[in-house]
């Protein structure tokens, strides 16, 4: 089902990007690169449920975006991101100050994004949103701990030494932002969330878990500058 789901939004996006090259509108052959970078907000979708705080770490990479048309004031295009992404999770247990644990795993992300943008075309703001699916492949990872853990019995550690069974991670993603067009280039402060569908420990019947997915909201900046107009 997940999978369905994943190569929906892939279709989906392809056929959005067909239908709008199809559309009778102006089109535009503005191709521009540039790099970005921002913190995530991280946590992990567990089942049985395990409390957390909120774990920031960062993320950085290059952005690559080609606009095709603008379709009534609507400008259409699509951008690939190629991203060295830290994501995770840290657990939090009020009742028990003294107990600690952090995981940071490490991954390159890949989003294929459909980009819609309103509002000026030289200089000037535009804003704009930005959709589609997310593939990810899984570096390394580390992990924190401290406290008398053993003398909490009823707590759930069996994510603790757990190694990472699948290393192909997949999702769906999506945020929105704004854009300032200069002479220099473009400057792009965005917030954008991702929901894996995949699962990074194994979640068969035989398994402890049987939902182990990342959830992260992402605020970057980013600057673009054109190679073609």
Same mark, same amino acid.
């Given at each position: 089902m997940k999978l369905k789901?994943?190569?929906?939004?892939?279709?989906?996006?392809?056929?959005?990007?067909?239908?709008?090259?199809?559309?009778?509108?102006?089109? @535009?052959?503005?191709?521009?690169?540039?790099?970005?970078? %921002? $913190?995530?907000?991280?946590?992990? =979708?567990?089942?049985?449920?395990? @409390?957390?705080?909120?774990?920031?770490?960062?993320?950085? %990479? $290059?952005?690559?975006?080609?606009? =095709?048309?603008?379709?009534?004031?609507?400008?259409?295009?699509?951008?690939?991101?190629?991203?060295?992404?830290?994501q995770g999770w840290s657990e939090f247990y009020e009742d028990y100050p003294d107990l600690a644990y952090t995981r940071k795993m490490n991954y390159v992300n890949i989003p294929f994004l459909a980009h819609l943008a309103f509002g000026k075309e030289g200089r000037g703001l535009q804003f704009f949103i930005n959709a589609g699916p997310q593939i990810g492949f899984f570096i390394s990872d580390s992990h924190t701990i401290s406290g008398p853990w053993d003398d909490y019995t009823g707590l759930i550690i069996e994510q603790h030494e757990a190694p990472i069974d699948n290393k192909f991670d997949y999702g769906i993603t999506g945020g929105a932002g704004v854009e300032l067009r200069t002479k220099i280039g473009h400057f792009q402060v965005e917030g954008r969330y991702y929901y894996a569908l995949s699962d990074f420990y194994g979640t068969t019947k035989k398994d402890y878990f049987s939902r182990a997915a990342h959830g992260v909201i992402t605020v970057k900046v980013a600057?673009?500058?054109?190679?073609m107009k």
């Amino acid at each position: 089902m997940k999978l369905k789901i994943f190569f929906i939004s892939i279709l989906w996006l392809a056929g959005a990007a067909m239908s709008l090259h199809a559309q009778i509108g102006e089109q @535009r052959y503005n191709f521009s690169v540039g790099v970005n970078g %921002g $913190v995530n907000i991280n946590s992990v =979708s567990f089942s049985p449920s395990v @409390r957390q705080g909120s774990l920031i770490t960062p993320t950085a %990479g $290059v952005t690559l975006r080609y606009i =095709s048309e603008k379709y009534f004031g609507m400008i259409c295009g699509a951008q690939l991101e190629i991203n060295y992404s830290q994501q995770g999770w840290s657990e939090f247990y009020e009742d028990y100050p003294d107990l600690a644990y952090t995981r940071k795993m490490n991954y390159v992300n890949i989003p294929f994004l459909a980009h819609l943008a309103f509002g000026k075309e030289g200089r000037g703001l535009q804003f704009f949103i930005n959709a589609g699916p997310q593939i990810g492949f899984f570096i390394s990872d580390s992990h924190t701990i401290s406290g008398p853990w053993d003398d909490y019995t009823g707590l759930i550690i069996e994510q603790h030494e757990a190694p990472i069974d699948n290393k192909f991670d997949y999702g769906i993603t999506g945020g929105a932002g704004v854009e300032l067009r200069t002479k220099i280039g473009h400057f792009q402060v965005e917030g954008r969330y991702y929901y894996a569908l995949s699962d990074f420990y194994g979640t068969t019947k035989k398994d402890y878990f049987s939902r182990a997915a990342h959830g992260v909201i992402t605020v970057k900046v980013a600057y673009l500058f054109d190679l073609m107009k």
